[in-house]
């Protein structure tokens, strides 16, 4: 069974950084593609990120340059650096096993970690 545990998240002033962390179990991490998204107050899902199995990253624009994903497959986490954050990144973040054309409809998620970016 696919477990997603994502942790990290917190109350952040504007311009300020968070290390987000996902941890899984239940398949074989290097084998995944995964992914983050994320979804503010009232708002749909937004995918964010996503990191393949030989490493290749992609990044939405409105983050781009801002957040930097990883993977350590020995831990079998997935990680998220939220650097230079806006009051528009505060959302619940998730992290989802799938690749980036899968990543909004795929149900295998964890239950979130709240990012929320305020003075």
């Known amino acids: 069974e696919v477990h997603l545990v994502e942790s990290g998240g917190g109350l952040v002033q504007p311009g300020g950084s968070l290390r987000l962390s996902c941890a899984a179990s239940?398949?074989?991490?290097?084998?995944?593609?995964m992914s983050w998204v994320r979804q503010a107050p009232g708002k749909g899902l937004e995918w964010v990120s996503s990191i393949t199995t030989d490493g290749t990253i992609y990044y939405a624009d409105s983050v781009n340059g801002r957040f930097t994903a990883s993977r350590d497959n020995a831990r079998s986490t997935l990680y998220l650096h939220l650097n230079g954050l806006k009051t528009e990144d505060t959302a619940m973040y998730y992290c989802v096993k799938a690749q980036r054309v899968d990543a909004l409809r795929s149900i295998l998620r964890g239950q979130g970690t709240q990012v929320t970016v305020s003075s």
């Open positions: 239940g398949f074989a991490f290097a084998w995944a593609a």
